[in-house]
């Protein structure tokens, strides 16, 4: 059985912590201890290494008591965003907010709070359940850059759960986008803006040109997405420009799609830039792998059939945003989102409704006794 006040006082502790991105050894240390509590031998990997950060992902494994039931990963991440140094938690008609100085740091909080009281509960109520590995990331808000670096090898599950998602508990998202970031850099020449503006190549002006000749930009289709978010260019006000950068993020739930978007989109604008005079460089950076899986694939069943038995509202839904979960689905882990309901996140408005806590850690586990159940 979950308990509520057990898991709320969990939660503010967790919230408590300072834990910004690259900087979440206190909360990690924390968990880890939660972790040991649980009976558990919690190990830190070594992806600081490579980000720069004070410590690495937590990761944890359940032994359970159904040998042949499939190995669920839950996954939430450890970092928040700014401001979130000094989170005090207030509470009003049942719902938390933060003092409205940081974020309240239920993204992604509510994960791991959640996740932590359904292992405590399923150990308690001497539940029948599967093997079920437990994965706290660092630095998701700043690029997932926890679960880019990690060692897959460490993955052992069959099915993943990203606890990281807004929505109405009983909405599970089974697709989300493949990303792309194209920088490009647009080459003109400089030359005097007053005294032979004729001898000069304007970059800001061809990028304009290429730009202003896209076909579409913002929401291509109901799958695809096109953003310009990033220009930078000039040197002075009296100097022809000559670079001109801008970043694209393209992103689709249909990978063929996102490339052949990603092909005509280099073609269009180097042949715009080239007929002006300039040069143009791409650099193509894949952001994040798609999430990708049938409606009725064994991963979003265990999660739905556990909703059904809470009574919960089943929705099925697609997402235009990239997590953790992406990346897992890209090293081979079918991984689907469940949603907490967090709420108003990225803000100090944020907020977290304490029934959607107390329904977060509900799901998960029952997701878990529902797997070796079966
Ligand atoms: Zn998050």
Redesign the pocket.
């Known amino acids: 059985m979950i308990n509520e006040n057990r898991l709320l006082n969990e939660f503010i502790e967790l919230v408590s912590v300072p834990c910004p991105s690259k900087d979440e050894k206190a909360e990690a240390e924390l968990i880890m201890g939660k972790l040991r509590e649980l009976g558990l031998e919690p190990e830190m990997d070594d992806v600081h290494a490579k980000t720069g950060g004070t410590c690495g992902n937590v990761w944890a494994y359940v032994k359970g008591n159904v040998p042949d039931a499939p190995v669920l990963l839950f996954e939430a991440?450890m970092d928040s965003v700014a401001p979130t140094t000094g989170t005090k938690v207030v509470r009003k008609d049942d719902v938390l907010y933060s003092d409205g100085t940081t974020t309240l740091g239920g993204?992604?909080k509510v994960g791991v709070a959640s996740i932590l009281e359904a292992v405590r509960a399923l150990q308690e109520d001497g539940a029948a359940h599967g093997d079920v590995q437990l994965l706290f990331t660092v630095s998701?808000?700043i690029g997932c850059l926890g679960v880019v670096n990690l060692d897959k090898s460490w993955i052992k599950a069959d099915y993943g759960y990203c606890m990281?998602i807004g929505g109405d508990l009983g909405e599970i998202t089974y697709a989300a986008p493949k990303l792309y970031d194209i920088y490009v850099t647009v080459k003109g020449k400089a030359a005097h803006a007053g005294i032979a503006p004729e001898s000069g190549v304007n970059a800001i002006m061809l990028a304009a040109q290429a730009l202003s000749k896209l076909p579409a930009y913002g929401r291509i289709d109901e799958e695809t997405t096109f953003n310009i978010g990033l220009f930078n260019a000039g040197v002075g006000t009296n100097i022809v420009c000559p670079e001109a950068k801008f970043v694209i993020d393209m992103r689709s739930l249909n990978v063929a799609k996102l490339e052949a978007l990603k092909d005509s989109t280099i073609a269009l604008i180097r042949e715009t830039i080239e007929a002006g005079g300039g040069q143009v460089e791409f650099d193509v950076v894949e952001g994040c792998p798609a999430v990708e899986m049938a409606k009725d694939h064994p991963c979003i069943q265990l999660a739905q059939h556990a909703a059904e038995k809470l009574g919960y509202p089943v929705e099925l839904k697609t997402t235009g945003g990239c997590?953790d979960g992406n990346y897992l689905c890209g090293y081979g882990l079918p991984c689907a989102l469940l949603a907490t309901g967090m709420s108003n996140?990225h803000t100090t408005e944020e907020y977290l409704k304490e029934s959607d806590l107390y329904g977060t850690a509900r799901w998960i586990y029952e997701t878990i006794k529902t797997a070796a159940a079966k």
């Open positions: 991440h993204d992604d998701e808000e990281d997590s996140v």
